[in-house]
């Protein structure tokens, strides 16, 4: 499969297991927050999603918390199963910026069995 | 309902020659969007193409152009290619609005020699 990264982050869970992924972003004018998972030899696949005028927004074992403060993004994935390993992606929105996304550097996540 | 479709998968050309590639949208979506994803720059925005105009341009050269069709379809071409251009490149479409989701395609895999 494609490389996406050859010095991503790396996060190594023990499946059932609790997965935190952070995401930190720059522009205080994004008003529009996505998670997305990577899948070797795939596209990005949509996970979650978050308006800037949220703090918390939960979803089928993910929750996605915004604290605007300090520019700060994280997707919980609870009992973390193999099928979660991939690489993960925070992207933004910025106001008045059509449907350009903008991405983070991705973040792998290791499920261990 | 059909995903995001990009053809072809693979390419392998040579420096100096040009480039098209081509993305199906899902059915109904208007906007079409295209990254390119490589492992020192990670995913970076080409442009947007919305009721065949483009909407949105991010930073590339004009080496780097596209267009859309009236059935939502896109193509992107890239003239005199050089190394730095091999990548994946990914197609990703949503109904309209900044706020719609976006769903990548599998993406096309372009190798110059």
């Known amino acids: 499969g494609e490389s996406v990264g050859l010095h991503l982050p790396t996060l190594s869970v023990q499946e059932g297991d609790n997965s935190i992924i952070n995401c930190a972003y720059s522009n205080s004018a994004s008003d529009y927050f996505i998670w997305y998972k990577q899948e070797s030899g795939k596209g990005p696949q949509f996970i979650i999603d978050?308006?800037?005028?949220?703090d918390k927004r939960q979803g089928q074992r993910v929750t996605v918390l915004l604290n605007k403060t300090v520019k700060h993004l994280s997707l919980q994935i609870a009992a973390t199963q193999p099928g979660d390993s991939a690489v993960y992606f925070c992207a933004e929105i910025l106001n008045n910026a059509g449907n350009m996304l903008t991405f983070g550097g991705g973040t792998r996540l290791m499920v261990k069995p | 309902k059909a995903g995001v479709t990009q053809t072809p998968r693979y390419l392998i050309k040579t420096r100096g020659q040009q480039v098209t590639l081509s993305c199906s949208p899902i059915s109904g979506h208007r906007s079409v969007s295209w990254y390119q994803q490589t492992p020192g720059q990670g995913l970076q925005f080409l442009f947007e193409?919305?009721?065949?105009?483009?909407?949105n341009k991010g930073n590339f050269p004009g080496r780097f152009s596209g267009r859309q069709f009236s059935n939502s379809r896109s193509e992107m071409n890239v003239s005199t290619l050089e190394l730095g251009d091999s990548a994946l490149y990914l197609c990703a479409s949503s109904w309209a609005s900044p706020s719609d989701t976006q769903y990548f395609g599998p993406g096309t895999r372009l190798t110059v020699l």
């Open positions: 193409y919305f009721s065949e105009t483009q909407r």
């Open positions: 978050i308006r800037s005028n949220m």
